[in-house]
């Protein structure tokens, strides 16, 4: 990361920041199982500068390689919380990718909760509803190392070359396997909903998220909801990252004021309704 442009007053050992923007519109980015803040590097220039984007490091990897993973989402969503307090009484909107979208939710909730106020709007991509957990019978995180390569290797989010670089898993499984472990026993946020407009991006090929597992956020929101559905499978946002840039700066427009205050009236809500799709 380049020093001129870190953020003072977010915890430097989690938030990190790659473009200078303007400060009155802050995005934060959540990474997926195994991802680091540097996956949302390409979305931070495609939103500057227009848009302040901050991206989380989780415990357990790059330069945070020697601190212990999190294996609790309830713990995570805590520590990021308290990392992200000093932005929390400006603008703030969230983006989250996968196990990152669960993470944005949580936030969003204990915002409401602990602040009384809501994210000034909330992103989802690649995530089921909380509602939809699937009880997979062999879940990624009790498998052997093999299987874990295995499933990397069929979400297609990493490099053919990575995964055939014995040194390169030798130092990330440990971390992935936390990853797994903490998103795939998780049951949280069934009957929670928060107060801001949640837009869900989701790949129309995605085996791990469907169309209608994904609109069923809809249920978690009073404030406006859409769905957004891209070309491709659980990482579409790599073949997509202008469009998505482009929705999300859509979504971000108006947010220039502070966090809004976390409402207890319906709203009408745009775009699918959960039950009918």
Known sequence: M?????????DGAWVRRFHRADDSVRLVCLPHAGGSAAFYR?????????????????PGRQDRIREPCVESIPELADAIFDAL???AGESLALFGHSMGATLAFELAVRMEKRLGRSPSALFLSGRRAPAHFRAEADFVHTRDDAGIVAELAALSG?????????????MVLPMLRSDYRA?????????????????VLTGESDDRV???EAAGWAAHTRGDFALETFSGGHFFLDDHRDAVAGIVRAGLKGTRSE????????????????ETT
């Open 2 to 10: 380049n020093p001129d442009v870190s953020n003072p007053s977010a």
């Open 42 to 58: 390409p979305m931070s220039a495609a939103l500057s500068p227009d848009v302040s984007t901050f991206a989380v490091q989780y």
């Open 85 to 87: 307090a000093p932005l």
């Open 158 to 170: 990493t490099a053919p070359e990575l995964l055939e670089n014995q040194e390169i898993l030798d």
């Open 183 to 199: 998103i795939e026993t998780h049951r949280g946020g069934v009957d929670d909903v928060v107060s801001c407009p949640v837009t």
């Open 210 to 212: 469907s169309v209608q």
């Open 259 to 274: 966090a809004r205050p976390a409402s207890r009236q319906g709203a009408s809500r745009q775009g699918v309704d959960a």
